[in-house]
């Protein structure tokens, strides 16, 4: 799989939660991740404690609680991977947004910007390096861009609308 594809499947499976879905970091996310890597580096500018995680262990604990007190996290990928390779080295930055919906129904919204660094270790490629940058939106402003960037994926909006 190449890296665009990779970057595209680590927000839109990674970290997507469904309804009632136990968020397990491992599992979802940390499959993108370099799990033996001395070099990881990790940050996102909505990690309240703006920590720089040395590990995807630190990663999960930055984030795994947050998602499980979530209801659902949907993402859109809404500006292509633009992906630069040398040798076994990559470095890849897209824009995505997401919709929140908390445990009592409030639902919020985020426009990302995420710049990975992945390294080809046995012909697979692995995040090492991670900065994602975010701002709050409005939410009604992250359904519209859910439904123009991905069609294909049914999402739950309030009011019964798809």
Known sequence: MDVAQLQRRWILEGWEKAPGETFVFEKKAGIFYDWESADTALYDSFDPQLRLARSPREWAEAFQASFNRMHSAVHA??????????GDLAASTFEFCARFEQADGTASGVICRTSHVFRRSGGTWKIVREQTSGRRVPVEEVENLLKRFEPAKRVDLPGGQT
């Open 77 to 86: 990928v809404i500006a292509e991977p633009d992906v630069l390779v040398s």
